[in-house]
DNA sequence: CTGTTAGCGCATTCAA
DNA sequence: TTGAATGCGCTAACAG
């Protein structure tokens, strides 16, 4: 019924030992050997049975992908891409989705890691950033690539100069006409947070313009904190003419509280955000905002993990591109100044 | 290091196989020993290890989610139903992608299912409507699980009466007073398409309006396909007064439609989607739709495939309920008539 | 109701 | 460069 490791290795008459190293890519076996094998293996329709592969040989060829369920279209991307390498790899993908913060949340993390004998791991904010999880990782050597972590020395996985992006967004608002900026923040443990604050403290900076705390106000990165957190900047006595939004969801809210108060966009406010998910494109102005390679972020971190997996020594922190995307939400403040 | 099952027994003092029974939660075993064992596995922090239990019993608790990927948000939603199932029943899910009508990609299904000896598999539409697939499974003894599928006689999963929801929504159209009601339908081998078109027919006819072929246009569930239908029943020497869109994700093309040409929503045309997906409550103004309870479909139609997995007479196919999210997108006409 | 034995299919010693 | 024996942790078939 089932072809066995063994059927191959009396096809070619060999033992089961050297099929094996040549399904592993070990060394020490004759080029003809190996090519004999995996002619057999090719003519049986050989597939190794990853059970039994992973109860003799302790690990699973599983990496899991951990997240909290920040943003959900966020994660999709990521998720798309990790599988994606993985199959390219042979390996298959696992979902643990955890409650960050939860009481005992790590050591579920670690023993459903050895339950599984998950090869290793791939981490998305905010848990790029848990040292403890990363060091209970560590402590039991299971590799781990992270998603644009805040620290990055010393570790492996995908990150964007998020700074720069908003910097040059923001840059784009300035270049407008616009002087009185808002910005809405993210959750504070996300690095994304800080970077993106800082990118757009950066480019004030840069123009000679003044940071007015009152028109930076803190959001969940959810589009109910942005309704939010609009709502707050344009009741201000000052509004702001643009607002610069941490996340795609915020902006979205923002531009739905515009249109609930008759404000035009981007005519009367204008609007960005951050990450070039779905929505920015399926809203109407539809949304300036800064492209990161979300899919293959997930890819590359993926295949940084699977080399770090294969050699200890090996795989590195990626920086990848970003791009303006510059679309309807952006115009010169009515009155310029 | 690890504890196994035998380190169990031990300290249980029953036979490893005892304990597998109360882990498996097979009959035989008497109330007070089951419960002795079972305090054991929790003091221990015993795991069952998956490969040891998928190699012995030629299962590997996975169930698989097959899916063509048509809509992200949807999918997303009914992989978190499914995954919750799994965790509450000790499975765990893997994700097949596939290129619906791809060469060979029905043998492609089955070799992984062997592979992995998954269990089951859940299938989402437009898959849950292959007969080639269906009939392979069948013929191999994998149970299915069907999301939505057209037929439903003798078919374990779930689905929702979707003609009558797309009745009751046209009719709300109606009720407000509008007479010309385009449809933009879905994919032909969507069942969903199907339904919603029949919903909307039978809704006229109950008015006694006449089914105008004209005011009913193609879409393939995307929201670029929506901005271009949008566009042709705008461009009509008589445009409609409200659209039902087949989908969220064409209506909300329609509403940028109707933005892009100074048409005001609700006011200058009503619209409305179905699915209530995130970009429905995202989008201004908020879009008037039909929820199905995605997530929940997914976890039940699980939960079915569970049951037969035990026992191949088991599970069921389960009728859901939809509800009417009457929001922002819906007005009567200018001139009603 | 419970225990004993064998073996799932592979990788990993070690020896040849 | 190759092969034979041992066991990974569990379930299945049978025995008690």
Redesign the interface.
């Given at each position: 019924m089932?072809v066995r490791i063994e059927d191959v290795a009396a096809v070619a008459g060999v033992s089961m030992k050297t099929v094996s190293r040549v399904l592993n890519r070990e060394p020490g076996v004759r080029e003809e050997t190996r090519r004999r094998v995996e002619s057999m293996v090719e003519k049986l329709g050989y597939?190794p049975?990853?059970?039994?592969r992973?109860?003799a040989g302790q690990r699973?060829y599983m990496v899991a992908l951990v997240f909290d369920n920040p943003s959900?279209?966020y994660l999709?991307e990521i998720q798309?891409g990790v599988?994606e390498a993985c199959r390219e790899h042979h390996y298959?993908?696992?979902?643990i989705?955890i409650s960050f913060g939860q009481r005992g949340y790590v050591s579920e993390i670690v023993?459903m890691v050895?339950?599984?004998?998950i090869d290793g791991m791939v981490l998305v904010p905010p848990l790029a950033d848990d040292r403890k999880l990363q060091s209970q990782l560590q402590a039991q050597g299971i590799p781990a690539a992270l998603i644009s972590p805040r620290v990055r020395r010393d570790r492996i996985g995908v990150a964007v100069d998020e700074r720069t992006a908003a910097r040059e967004l923001v840059g784009e608002l300035i270049q407008l006409g616009h002087r009185r900026i808002g910005h809405i923040k993210g959750p504070r443990h996300h690095g994304a947070c800080l970077w993106r604050h800082d990118g757009y403290r950066d480019a004030l900076q840069l123009a000679g313009i003044d940071y007015v705390p009152e028109l930076v106000v803190d959001g969940e990165f959810t589009?109910d904190s942005g309704v939010l957190a609009g709502q707050q900047l344009l009741d201000l006595a000052a509004p702001p003419t643009a607002i610069f939004a941490g996340n795609d969801?915020m902006a979205?809210?923002v531009?739905?509280v515009a249109?609930?108060r008759g404000l035009s966009v981007p005519d009367d406010l204008s609007v960005c955000g951050f990450d070039d998910t779905?929505?920015s494109?399926?809203?109407?102005?539809?949304l300036t905002t800064v492209r990161q390679p979300t899919r293959d972020m997930g890819r590359q971190a993926t295949l940084e993990l699977l080399e770090r997996i294969r050699d200890p020594q090996a795989g590195s922190m990626l920086t990848m591109p970003y791009a303006l995307q510059l679309r309807e939400s952006l115009a010169p403040p009515r009155a310029p100044g």
């Open positions: 089932r597939r049975n990853p059970s039994a992973s109860l699973s959900r279209n999709l798309t599988l298959s993908m696992v979902l989705p023993s050895h339950q599984y004998a589009f969801d979205a809210g531009i739905r249109g609930m779905e929505i494109r399926h809203i109407f102005p539809a």
